[in-house]
């Protein structure tokens, strides 16, 4: 062993005796969740013992944790335990709550909706779509975009996951759906009747109940949407997905598509109007295209686009923070950490650190762009999309989806805040505008 390496043993070990870097959790929710991060990383180190309840959260910081946990080279971080705990009663078995050889299975069958054409064709039909979803904003009066957002990606969930015909039938699924991810984020989890985990109990049964009664139909028909491509999908080895698997991909893709991207157009949004210059450059850039229905790869070329929502992402990233169970013990930071622990590590830290990013807290787009590309400073410093294993399976649809939903709207609108507004954000579970975020959308001439 070299000089440099300590030996395991003489690594501290990690306990609740061990008070130099243990907190209790901060109760009340007193301060917003990035504030208390940095409190914790700048007082106490990159490795924090978070005492909570019975649990034993340990808080890791940084890149360099953020590749030893995402990547998992080792198989010892389970996503699955966290994630069950967190949602599993209400979107069971969703490819996150899967570990090991049994998620590798399941995401290799499911690429085959994630793959370039499918996306091509996602985008195609997804035009019209958006079009017609915008419709409504143009306007004197301020709009509430979260909401408008919010209805517009449950319409695309509607057509291009299902492949529902867009109209009064697609309203009843819609609020099941609503209940089921206001149930997921309940305290209460107790089935009482009409509490929100009851709600959302109902919401499951209700969804698995309708799509169930369109599997037939799925199976044979050779539709471009993505259920029918779940059902006909097959590994190289002719390996398909069962019926209910089938069914509970559905329901899980419908859920992580969701919140992530009416929590990204909604901050985006605010950055563009709070950035008139960005958003003028966006528009022309948009405008170049020179037409009203991009494809998947005339959206690619959309590269000012691009920055604004990578740097919107990284001063806001939907998930917040992404949990693991360790299953055996290991070290970080000089500490041995016991298995068992809920290890948690923090992308919207590590958007924020000082170390990595020029001037964190300011929205810069062109950061990302040549000649600076921070984001290159270390592998995992922007990590808004996870990494390793379970990266996001809908990264790729979920940029072009915001690309496309961004081109109709500049093109048609210019967007703007009620003067000296600044947008109060909730920071967790999900990053989203606790007001609604107020947008004038005024019609171009
Ligand atoms: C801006 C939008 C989005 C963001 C920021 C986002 C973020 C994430 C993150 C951080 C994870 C990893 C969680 C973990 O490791 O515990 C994840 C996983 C996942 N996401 Fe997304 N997501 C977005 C949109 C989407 C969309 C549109 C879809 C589907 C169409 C999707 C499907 C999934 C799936 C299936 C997983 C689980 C992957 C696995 O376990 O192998 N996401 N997402």
Redesign the pocket.
Known sequence: MSESVRPFKEVPKLGFFQGLRVVAASGGGRVDMLSGLREQYETLGPVVLQLSGPFKLVNLFGPDANRLV?QDRDQIFS?MRP?VQIMGRIFTN???L?DGAD?KHH?KI?HEA?TRPALRDYVERMNPIVARGLDSLAGSEPVLAFRAYKQLTLEIAASI?VGMDLGPQTRPMNRAFEDMVAASMSRIRLPWIGREFARGLSGRKYLLETLGGMLEKKHGDGGPD?FSRLCRARTPEGEALSDSEVLD?MI??MM??HD??T??LSSLTYELAKHPDWQERVREESRALGTGEPGLEELGRLEALGWAMDET?RRY???PV???VNTADFEFGGYEIPAGCMVVVS?IHTHHMAEWWSDPFTWDPARFGPGRLEQERHTHSW?????????????R???A??RLVMHHLVTRFRMSVPHGYTMPVQQAPISKPRDGLPVRFTPLA
Do not use: D, K
């Not at 990590?383 to 399976?393: A, I, Q, R, T, Y």
């Open positions: 995402l996503a994630w969703g490819l996150l899967r998620h995401r499911m994630f996951f993505m991909h899980f893709l992580a598509a992530t991207t929590s990204t992402i990233p939907p998930l992404i949990p693991r992308p990590v808004p999309f996870g990494s390793g294993p379970h990266m996001c399976l809908g990264l649809f979920a940029e989806q915001v």
